[in-house]
Antibody
Framework: QVQLLQSGAEVKKPGASVRVSCKAS????????IAWVRQAPGQGLEWMGW????????NYAQKFQGRLTMTTDTSTTTAYMDLTSLRSDDTAVYYC??????????????WGQGTLVSVSS | DIQMTQSPSSLSASVGDRVTITCRAS??????LNWYQQKPGKAPNLLIY???TLQSGVPSRFSGSGSGTDFTLSISSLQPEDFATYFC?????????FGQGTKVDIK
């Protein structure tokens, strides 16, 4: 079965960087893109961007331009999300999810379990 | 960015009720509209994609409709496991924005 297994919770100080990993299994890794979505405590969902797995082409929400980097490693079927210059309002649960492309209206069927990133001095 | 506005923000309903949630886009998005259900502490779960296509494994009491700027998610007969928060998302153009969510709780 398809699984996305994310790395564990992180506690960071303002100004630091964080890397969240998302290990995919149960499907051909290059068949779907990977989207990243975050959710601040008690808040709604925020789309951060997505990356095609077959050619690692990223697309970032303008809000995160310059701070966000998404990469994939096809040899380990793992996607990575790097966020720099962390602020307290980056405290959130970060999710990776499969992006199923045009035929599925770019919806996300499979999701990771979420990674809590806490930013505090 | 395309703004997505859901209404209501919350509603109380009883088991067996018909529930309708609306989602309005700030510009036309054709049918690039998806609906997700989220329960506390869990990742979202895809219910409907492309405005009206039921995702495999999702009960048929869920349905979606609409195109352009106005969309609805309906639950024909609310079940205990349906008490959750529902989000719409447009995927017409990046950033693929979500609505603010509609929390459905027990009356």
């Amino acid at each position: 079965q398809v699984q996305l297994l994310q790395s564990g919770a992180e506690v960071k100080k303002p100004g630091a960087s964080v890397r969240v990993s998302c290990k995919a299994s149960g499907y051909s890794f290059t068949s779907y893109g990977i989207a990243w979505v975050r959710q601040a405590p008690g808040q709604g969902l925020e789309w951060m961007g997505w990356i095609t797995a077959y050619n690692a082409n990223p697309n970032y929400a303008q809000k995160f331009q310059g701070r966000l980097t998404m990469t994939t490693d096809t040899s380990t079927t793992t996607a990575y999300m790097d966020l720099t210059s962390l602020r307290s309002d980056d405290t959130a649960v970060y999710y990776c999810a499969t992006d199923h492309g045009y035929s599925y209206a770019y919806s996300s069927v499979y999701w990771g379990q979420g990674t809590l990133v806490s930013v505090s001095s | 960015d395309i703004q997505m506005t859901q209404s209501p923000s919350s509603l109380s309903a009883s088991v067996g009720d018909r529930v309708t949630i609306t989602c309005r886009a700030s510009q036309s998005i054709s049918t690039y509209l998806n609906w997700y259900q989220q329960k506390p502490g869990k990742a979202p779960n895809l219910l409907i994609y492309a405005a009206s296509t039921l995702q495999s494994g999702v009960p048929s009491r869920f349905s979606g409709s609409g195109s352009g700027t106005d969309f609805t998610l309906s639950i024909s007969s609310l079940q205990p496991e349906d008490f959750a928060t529902y989000f719409c998302q447009q995927t017409y153009s990046p950033p693929r924005t979500f609505g603010q969510g509609t929390k459905v709780d027990i009356k």
